[in-house]
């Protein structure tokens, strides 16, 4: 398996908190990605990251903020959730752009 | 807009028959096409990936076949066991771009 370790693996909160989840690897990969999974609509990237503090919005961004601030980790933050936000959230890595991206195991977060 | 659509939904084999698993995109600057297979609990695990310049590839009992003209690329797994029962997902990007577009998945179940 790829070195990703996300965490934690399970939260619940409540609407209106913030909530951050963080994304560990240890394969020094260039690129980092952030993807929500949701039933019908498979998995789709919120936010990637091309370097240290170099990040880029993705296909469902509103809601959310990330930061890079070292080559192995990258944090995915909902400054407020919302009921909407309860998914299931997928870290993935790859070397370069267009590149196989490899996932963790994911977040499950409910938002009550 | 799903920009690459995947069906069936859920699919039913016996062991020792052939899954198939379709998929249809609009983008012609998409260049790659990966699969991935999850596991519950898991995070979806590369399978095996084409890219628009072979018409098949092969990887031991999995197998995907490329369209380019008709926009589509499917998966076969050959002689199906229980061990692949899983949820399947295509997905393509093109060069230069970072976003991955997944579909919405296959549930397999192989029967023993």
């Known amino acids: 398996d790829a070195g990703i370790t996300q965490s934690p693996r399970h939260k619940v909160t409540e609407t209106g908190t913030p909530v951050t989840l963080r994304c560990h690897q240890t394969e020094n990969h260039r690129y980092m990605y952030w993807y929500r999974q949701d039933p019908g609509h498979g998995l789709r990237l919120i936010h990637y990251?091309?370097?240290?503090?170099?990040?880029d919005k993705g296909e469902v961004s509103d809601g959310y903020s990330v930061s890079r601030s070292k080559t192995e980790d990258f944090l995915l933050t909902l400054e407020s959730a919302t009921s909407s936000q309860t998914s299931v959230y997928f870290c993935?890595?790859?070397?370069?752009?267009?590149?196989?991206?490899?996932f963790g195991d994911g977040t499950r977060l409910s938002i009550l | 807009q799903q920009q690459v659509k995947q069906s069936p939904q859920s699919l039913i084999v016996q062991k020792g028959g052939i899954s198939i698993i379709n998929c249809a995109y609009e983008?012609?600057?998409?260049?790659?096409f990966p699969w991935y297979q999850q596991f519950p609990g898991k995070g979806p695990a590369l399978l095996i990936a084409i890219r628009p310049d072979v018409s098949e590839k092969k990887e031991g009992r999995f197998t995907i076949s490329f369209n380019k003209s008709a926009k589509q690329f499917s998966l076969h797994i050959m002689d199906s066991q229980p061990g692949d029962s899983a949820t399947y997902f295509c997905?393509?990007?093109?060069?230069?771009?970072?976003?991955?577009?997944f579909g919405t998945g296959t549930r397999l179940t192989v029967i023993p």
């Open positions: 993935a890595i790859s070397r370069g752009s267009n590149q196989p991206q490899h």
């Open positions: 990251s091309y370097g240290v503090k170099d990040t």
């Open positions: 983008n012609t600057a998409f260049d790659y």
């Open positions: 997905a393509a990007s093109e060069t230069g771009a970072n976003n991955l577009f």
